[in-house]
């Protein structure tokens, strides 16, 4: 069974610009999850989407959006980007929702210049 | 508010010596907890999850964690370290109705022969 798939690995991007991420869970997870590891900061909670709909995000601004589509896929978008954006993103996924454990795709190391 | 506390951000091991990597929870409810291995460059892989069954909870690569609620603790322990060990531990809790996960700093291991 295949894992969460991210792409791209490595993302390079200047100040201002728009960064795309995505992510495809385990064949059968509804749930997708979006976290940031960034130096110093550790990884924090970004964004859980379930059936299309966005279901919690958490403490990070408005330019950090995404969606996920029928097929259960999600993008990650980050506009306007910011020195300190530069992280790893991790996805995660998990069966629909409610205490299922969270398996982690291997991430998308972003470097913002 | 849930929480998790990881003491000791940096943990060294002799090759075949008992690794503890100490994890503190904080939850109004009963937790959901977690531990994650993370090695360089990758995503986290899941090593053993607490779902209020046994308290005693197995994972894999020889990893084993203790639930205790009087102490609030779900310590990571392995009897015999092993080169491969090698990585940065995670400690998380699942903040239910949010699913998501609230993680602990990370302890860095390191086994030296």
């Known amino acids: 069974e295949a894992g969460v798939t991210q792409s791209p690995t490595h993302l390079i991007k200047t100040r201002g610009q728009q960064a795309t991420l995505r992510c495809s869970p385990i064949?059968?997870?509804?749930?997708v999850y979006w976290y940031q590891q960034a130096l110093g900061l550790g990884l924090q909670f970004l964004l859980w989407?379930?059936?299309?709909?966005?279901?919690n995000r958490g403490n990070f601004p408005p330019r950090f959006s995404g969606r996920q589509f029928p097929n259960y896929s999600s993008e990650l978008n980050v506009n306007a980007l910011e020195l300190e954006d530069s992280a790893l993103y991790l996805c995660?996924?998990?069966?629909?929702?409610?205490?299922?454990?969270?398996?982690f795709g291997p991430g998308t190391r972003l470097t913002v210049l | 508010a849930q929480s998790v506390t990881q003491l000791g951000s940096h943990v060294s091991v002799s090759e075949g010596a008992l690794v503890l990597l100490r994890c503190n929870y904080s939850?109004?409810?009963?937790?959901?907890l977690f531990w994650y291995v993370q090695y360089p460059n990758q995503g986290l892989q899941l090593l053993l999850k607490?779902?209020?069954?046994?308290?005693l909870v197995k994972g894999i690569n020889g990893f084993e964690a203790e639930f205790k609620k009087s102490e609030t603790s779900f310590h990571l322990t392995k009897p015999s370290a092993h080169m491969s060990d090698a990585a940065e531990y995670f400690c998380?809790?699942?903040?239910?109705?949010?699913?998501?996960?609230?993680f602990g700093a990370g302890t860095r291991l390191a086994v030296h022969p």
């Open positions: 995660a996924s998990s069966l629909n929702w409610g205490w299922n454990e969270q398996f």
């Open positions: 064949s059968g997870h509804t749930s």
């Open positions: 989407y379930d059936e299309g709909e966005e279901r």
């Open positions: 939850s109004s409810v009963p937790p959901y």
């Open positions: 607490y779902t209020s069954a046994a308290t």
């Open positions: 998380a809790v699942l903040s239910g109705g949010y699913n998501k996960l609230i």
